[in-house]
């Protein structure tokens, strides 16, 4: 039997439609050669669900939506078609929602219920307003985004006019203050080493002579013990009637220093007196006067010579020199 070329290109047409078909469905995820299980839910909103996003139950992607449409012209409803991958029992008292990840897609999640009766395929889903909520949050959330980028923007551009405020000079200082920082860092590093650090040497230190004080603990105690009974034995000592005797010695020697300073005694008024100076200071001088020419001339005073002259020197009117007495 001869083909003609007619069916020869319906043949190939056919065949590259359904090759078509077959890959676009295996590209998305669709076993073409199973036939798929399909369930709806009706949603008065989706937010931003769209098609082939995942239903999950459990955190596992069982199926995707396949498609959705308004149930009338008022739009009281949206009905969402959803293909399952798996074939899994669905209680029927099972609740859909649409939840959406923070800052990812949305995805109808199933919470599974514990009837015993399970969903059959074109069977409809109870549906919660939990979506609805989430839509809230995230068109809160959605103003807080956008005041946050401006924030971002005037930070940037804040940024930028510091870069610019800030000359070569104002630059190098940073670095050399930041080089300080880290010779500051070192430094203190060093001193804090566990091994060769000075403030751990300083610690071990103090920690020896702990050590020494416990050793020496009990000569501590003796002496301590000594100066006390030594302070016991002082307090012990009649030192009133000594320091009371004391301040009666004092008082009496100012009442007598009181009367020698006083013109109305004698001895005050010899202190006080100038004239009586000079008359005993001349009394003296003639008294050396006249023992040096008693010694220098004895026969003027003393002659018991029968024949002897008399001596007729003049007197003296000075003291003489110390070194020129006789002997």
Do not use: W
Not at 182 to 187: D, E, G, H, L, Q
Not at 248 to 255: D, E, N, P, V
Not at 265 to 285: F, P, R
Not at 308 to 321: A, V
């Amino acid at each position: 039997m001869k083909i003609n070329n007619e069916t020869k290109v319906g043949v190939l047409v056919v065949t590259a439609l359904t090759i078509l078909i077959v890959g676009y469905n295996f590209l998305k995820g669709n076993d073409v050669f199973q036939k798929e299980k399909q369930l709806y839910a009706v949603f008065a909103e989706l937010g931003s669900l769209q098609k082939s996003n995942e239903v999950r139950i459990n955190g596992l992607p069982i199926g995707t939506v396949y498609t959705y449409s308004e149930i009338d012209k008022d739009l009281t409803g949206i009905i969402v078609t959803i293909t399952l991958k798996r074939n899994l029992n669905i209680p029927v008292n099972s609740i859909a929602t649409i939840e959406s990840e923070l800052l990812g897609t949305s995805y109808i999640n199933i919470s599974k219920g514990n009837a015993n009766t399970f969903l059959q395929n074109g069977d409809t889903l109870v549906t919660d307003r939990a979506s609805s909520i989430l839509n809230d949050v995230k068109a809160q959330l959605n103003p807080m985004f956008g005041k946050m980028r401006e924030t971002l923007d005037v930070l940037q551009k804040t940024l930028v006019n510091l870069n610019a405020v800030f000359d070569t000079d104002t630059k190098n200082n940073f670095h050399e203050i930041v080089a300080n920082l880290n010779s500051t860092t070192v430094s203190l590093n060093s001193l804090l080493n566990e091994q060769t650090g000075s403030l751990t040497r300083t610690i071990n230190n103090a920690a020896s002579i702990s050590e020494n004080l416990k050793k020496n603990n009990d000569s501590i105690t003796a002496t301590i013990s000594a100066v006390k009974r030594t302070a016991e034995k002082f307090s012990e000592l009649e030192l009133q009637s000594a320091i009371d005797s004391a301040k009666a010695t004092i008082s009496t020697l100012q009442k007598t220093l009181l009367k020698v300073n006083s013109s109305e005694n004698s001895i005050g008024a010899a202190l006080s007196d100038k004239q009586l100076y000079l008359k005993l200071n001349e009394t003296l001088l003639s008294a050396e006067i006249l023992l040096d020419d008693l010694r220098a001339h004895p026969k003027r005073y003393v002659n018991v010579s029968v024949f002897g002259r008399k001596d007729k020197t003049p007197p003296l009117n000075s003291p003489l020199k110390k070194d020129s007495l006789r002997k």
